[in-house]
């Protein structure tokens, strides 16, 4: 009789005791199998970080946390959560985990940190992992695999802008072709306020093309650095850092002399531009006036740009229809004073206004007559300094192309 | 019958493969050319008047210069007018046809392109097609400094036939001697025939 009821009894209790255990325990069923609770392992790294075992060598930056996403795999075995900490804030998740299954953690490492540093993985059932990065500062915008270093040669603000083919514009100006195009412009240690603004051709198939800012068209990314004498700019292929819009007036009217003297049965007519239409776009650090005009034998398209460093610019290129008609006076740009020369550009000093001009001479008297132009002429890039400070287009020095490499290997 | 309705759907889908690709397709034949820039000499080249020998030119002079901006050839003629006389000058430029065709010509667009000490002054200026004869309107006239007919009929010159141009003027008496009063700016059109 003792026996049956113990017989009974275990029989009744050990199955409803596996069955209330299965249900109650964190693992459920899962906490009958054998092996690991879960495996760390390294997941998607860039090209630039070298890993040995669970060593992972990375760099971090001065500018900005370098983040290296889904740097780390968990792989979870049973329906639980791991806990995920680190000793210099790499990780930002405190557990991983749910069901079992891959869960991707994320490293982003602060700026400026240099050393060791232990991601670690633990659960309360004392199991632990962790993995051990190495960390090196380097002189780099985070995320970033290539940059050009410009090496330019002049002083005062200069207005440097990138296009997405390559071409280094500075004040609106081509100068160079870099081989990285990119939105982040380090200088002087600094990270750079930046602008996107796009541009589209305003006639199709000339060379130079003739662009205009647009609300569509190519993106050009533009920064504003001030040199002195022989200085790098460094450009990453990177998207843009947020940017907060400066609070900037328009650019002032074009106030100069435009047109070329026409001859006419009953006297000389000075062909003056007529603005068709107008538009203003403002980007992070400026507001441009882009302006189409037209006149009897030709049209204009023009644009002016303000800047928060006191400067303004123009640019505007001149269509010529073909006509055999005899001028005696050509005035591109015409602001007052004496036209000058100074090595590769135009200067007119009014007042304490300087206009430096780069492109064909922007004013001539003829005498004896002579003919008006004919068909597109080259762009006048034009820069107004009324604070005196500013030297000119700098020149480009050198251009180097730099990958970042693993630093161990 | 069931492999024949395979066979069919197998045929229909194929033309629908071809059809999508044929959306996608394009052809172009690109033909090869190349051009030569060559030149050649004007239909008409103008010569100096027998009047410019007057009193050395005094007169009536021309020669011309290069604009090297745009490239052209520009033919300068001064003209002296007597203030309060009428002058006649009846050979100041002469135009001929250096083609085996014949060629027509006309003085067009005459247009005041400076006035640089009074052109009201120029109170009467006709520059006319002496010869050869035969146009209704043969010449081109400015009244007090302005264009009042600007084109004349055409004339046709025959191969080496030259055509010969004069100018009346009359200079208001009040003009100051020795100056330049304005520049016109007058074109001869050349059409050559056949």
Redesign the interface.
Same mark, same amino acid.
């Given at each position: 009789m003792w026996r049956e009821q113990a017989a009974r009894t275990l029989l009744f209790f050990l199955p409803t005791l596996v069955f209330i255990i299965a249900l109650t325990a964190p693992g459920g069923d899962y906490a009958f199998r054998a092996g690991p609770l879960a495996e760390v392992a390294v997941g998607q790294l860039p090209y630039y970080v070298y890993v040995s075992n669970k060593t992972l060598h990375l760099y971090s930056s001065p500018y900005a946390p370098w983040p290296y996403p889904k740097a780390l795999e968990v792989k979870l075995f049973y329906p639980t959560k791991v806990l995920v900490s680190s000793t210099c804030g790499a990780v930002a998740a405190s557990s991983v985990g749910g069901d079992p299954g891959s869960y991707p953690v994320d490293v982003v490492v602060p700026p400026g940190f240099q050393g060791d540093c232990w991601v670690n993985f633990t659960h309360t059932s004392g199991w632990r992992d962790a993995v051990l990065l190495r960390v090196r500062l380097v002189d780099w915008y985070p995320g970033a695999t290539e940059r050009a270093v410009v090496t330019l040669n002049g002083s005062g603000w200069q207005f440097v802008q990138v296009g997405q083919g390559g071409t280094l514009y500075i004040w609106e100006r081509p100068m160079a072709q870099i081989p990285v195009a990119g939105c982040v412009f380090v200088y002087n240690r600094s990270v750079l306020l930046s602008e996107t603004q796009r541009y589209r051709e305003v006639a199709p198939n000339l060379i130079p093309p003739a662009v205009a800012p647009s609300s569509s068209g190519s993106v050009r990314y533009g920064a504003f650095i001030k040199l002195d004498r022989v200085s790098q700019l460094y450009i990453y292929k990177a998207d843009c850092p947020t940017t907060p819009r400066l609070n900037i007036s328009g650019p002032p009217p074009l106030r100069a002399e435009i047109g070329v003297t026409l001859p006419t049965p009953t006297g000389p007519v000075f062909d003056a531009p007529v603005v068709n239409n107008s538009v203003i776009y403002t980007t992070g650090l400026r507001v441009i006036n882009y302006t189409e005009a037209s006149a009897r034998i030709y049209r204009l398209y023009v644009y002016t740009y303000s800047t928060p460093v006191g400067l303004w610019g123009a640019v505007l290129r001149f269509n010529f229809a073909l006509t055999a008609l005899l001028t005696v006076k050509i005035s591109l740009f015409r602001p007052g004073g004496e036209l000058q020369r100074v090595g590769d550009v135009w200067i007119y000093r009014v007042d304490n206004v300087t206009y430096w001009i780069y492109g064909p001479q922007p004013y001539r008297l003829c005498d004896p007559p002579c003919g008006v132009p004919a068909g597109w002429q080259e762009p006048l890039y034009v820069v107004v300094d009324p604070t005196g400070q500013w030297g000119g287009w700098p020149k480009i020095v050198a251009v180097r192309h730099e990958v970042l490499q693993p630093w161990r290997s | 019958m069931v492999g024949s309705e395979n066979v069919g759907r197998r045929v229909a889908l194929l033309a629908v493969l071809l059809g999508v690709v044929a959306l996608f397709a394009a052809v172009s034949v690109i033909n090869v050319t190349y051009w030569y820039v060559n030149t050649t000499a004007p239909p008409v080249i103008k010569y100096v008047g027998n009047d410019t020998r007057v009193m050395n030119g005094t007169f009536v002079k021309a020669d011309w210069?290069y604009?090297p *901006?745009? &490239? #052209?050839n520009?033919t300068?003629v001064y003209v002296t007018g007597v203030p309060g006389d009428v002058a006649n000058i009846t050979n100041a430029l002469r135009v001929c046809n250096r083609y085996n065709v014949p060629v027509k010509i006309r003085i067009t667009? !005459?247009? #005041?392109?400076?006035?640089i000490n009074g052109?009201n002054y120029i109170r009467y200026m006709a520059v006319k097609i002496v010869d050869p004869p035969g146009a209704a309107d043969n010449k081109v006239v400015i009244q007090n &400094?302005?264009? !009042?007919d600007?084109t004349t009929d055409y004339v046709t010159l025959q191969p080496g036939q030259c055509a010969i141009l004069g100018v009346d003027i009359i200079i208001d008496a009040n003009a100051p001697y020795n100056k330049t009063l304005a520049?016109?700016?007058i *074109?001869i059109e050349k059409v050559p025939q056949q």
């Open positions: - | 210069y604009d *901006n745009t &490239g #052209l520009i300068r667009d !005459v247009s #005041l392109l400076q006035d052109a &400094g302005t264009a !009042v600007t520049a016109y700016q *074109n």
